[in-house]
Nanobody, 123 residues
């Protein structure tokens, strides 16, 4: 399982970013994909996850309403659209893949993780 995140950067409060998770080395359509984030000095926490077929997605309650997760199985890509970003959203964002579905990856169990992409939100 090889995953590479991109799309992070510096944005002002209220702005938006779209993160991309690019997959290779495994059959992408068989895996649920999840996003987690880790702020400095804090634990990695769940952000969003999407089912294998992309028909259902779950979001962290603290961010629900500001997130949309999607995937393109043909291109082996997953996306996380984040709107109305706030300084407390500053973190490294990681994507992971789970053969065992959304409920497994929501608790942080994954077959592999990417290296992460930094999101910094300034006020």
């Amino acid at each position: 399982v090889h995953l590479v995140e991109s799309g992070g950067g510096l944005v002002q409060a209220g702005g938006s970013l779209r993160l991309t998770c690019a997959a290779s080395g495994f059959y992408f359509s068989n895996y649920a994909i999840g996003w987690f984030r880790q702020a400095p000095g804090k634990d990695r926490v769940f952000v969003a996850a999407i089912s294998r077929d992309g028909q259902s997605a779950d979001y962290a309650e603290s961010m629900e309403g500001r997130l949309t997760m999607s995937r393109d199985n043909g291109k082996e890509l997953a996306y996380l659209q984040m709107n109305n970003l706030q300084p407390e959203d500053t973190a490294v964002y990681y994507c992971g893949a789970s053969l065992y579905g959304v409920e497994t990856i929501k608790v942080g169990t994954a077959s592999g993780w990417g290296q992460g992409t930094q999101v910094t939100v300034c006020s």
